[in-house]
């Protein structure tokens, strides 16, 4: 058994370790198309749960993070989440672009994972450029 209070579910522990710098990881809600083929690690069994904040922290707190994308519609939609995500990013002086959500879902295509939340709030969807620990 894991000796810290990160991430139990043996899959995103793979696909964190196995992430190497620019890789792509996308952390979704619900209802984000993911591409056939694409690594999929689905942690929602309800709908809202796991919450989409809750996924991310978990991620976060393994992941070394360079840059992030949303989905520009989320700053009218879902302004909670936007600010959210400020809070977490811009300490670790992430810079956070915005796309229109078209776009979005295009770059979506070159992510080596996705981790799926139970999220039901519109464009709750991040997708993370790993960077490295050195």
């Known amino acids: 058994m894991r000796s810290t209070n990160t991430t139990i579910n043996p ?11 620019t890789d792509l990881v996308v952390v979704t809600d619900a209802g984000l ?9 689905d942690l929602a069994y309800r709908p809202g749960a ?3 904040l809750d996924v991310l922290d978990t991620v976060l707190a393994e992941l070394v ?4 994308t949303v989905s520009a519609e989320i700053a009218e939609a879902s302004p909670q989440l ?4 400020h809070e977490r990013l811009d300490p670790l002086g992430v810079e956070i672009a915005m ?5 979005f879902k295009k770059l979506t295509h070159e992510a080596r994972a ?4 139970g999220e039901y709030t519109p464009y709750a ?8 620990a050195y």
């Open 11 to 21: 899959q995103l522990s793979r696909v964190i370790s196995e992430t190497g710098h």
């Open 33 to 41: 198309p993911i591409p056939p083929g694409s690594e999929r690690v």
């Open 50 to 52: 796991p919450a989409w």
């Open 65 to 68: 993070v360079e840059g992030a």
């Open 82 to 85: 936007l600010e959210a995500l």
């Open 99 to 103: 796309v229109a959500h078209v776009e």
């Open 114 to 117: 996705f981790v799926r939340s």
């Open 125 to 132: 969807n991040v997708i993370l450029q790993a960077g490295v």
